[in-house]
């Protein structure tokens, strides 16, 4: 399974989620994965409600189009964004051409 895969417009993403970080941010490649520090505690929802909050931020779309497929108790989630749109640094990041033709 790949990191980073595209479904459509949509991007499907294989993260490993640091909890507690010092500040939110997409890392890097993390073996099979993409490692992803955010602020929030991993308690009641709020890592996850954080994760999604941030990640559509990060992609310019919507809170709603960033959707948890798996792994809503553990540190390992695989995560939906529909019509995601990285900007020229985030592709870079992780592994996408920028160029969509």
Same mark, same amino acid.
């Given at each position: 399974?790949?990191?980073?895969?595209? @479904?459509?417009?949509?991007?499907?993403?294989?993260? $490993?989620?640091?909890?507690?970080?010092?500040?939110?941010?997409?890392?890097?490649?993390?073996? @099979?994965?993409?490692?992803?520090?955010?602020?929030?505690?991993?308690?009641?929802?709020?890592?996850?409600?954080?994760?999604? $909050?941030?990640?559509?931020?990060?992609?310019?779309?919507?809170?709603? @189009?960033?959707?948890?497929?798996?792994?809503?108790?553990?540190?390992?989630?695989?995560?939906?964004?529909?019509?995601? $749109?990285?900007?020229?640094?985030?592709?870079?990041?992780?592994?996408?051409?920028?160029?969509?033709?």
């Amino acid at each position: 399974m790949a990191a980073v895969e595209r @479904d459509g417009d949509d991007l499907v993403l294989t993260l $490993r989620v640091q909890p507690r970080a010092k500040n939110d941010a997409i890392v890097g490649p993390h073996g @099979d994965a993409i490692r992803v520090r955010i602020t929030a505690p991993p308690v009641e929802g709020k890592a996850n409600d954080h994760l999604g $909050r941030f990640l559509a931020k990060r992609f310019g779309v919507h809170r709603r @189009d960033v959707t948890l497929i798996s792994g809503e108790s553990g540190r390992d989630k695989r995560v939906r964004i529909a019509g995601a $749109r990285p900007d020229a640094e985030l592709a870079e990041l992780l592994g996408l051409s920028s160029d969509r033709g």
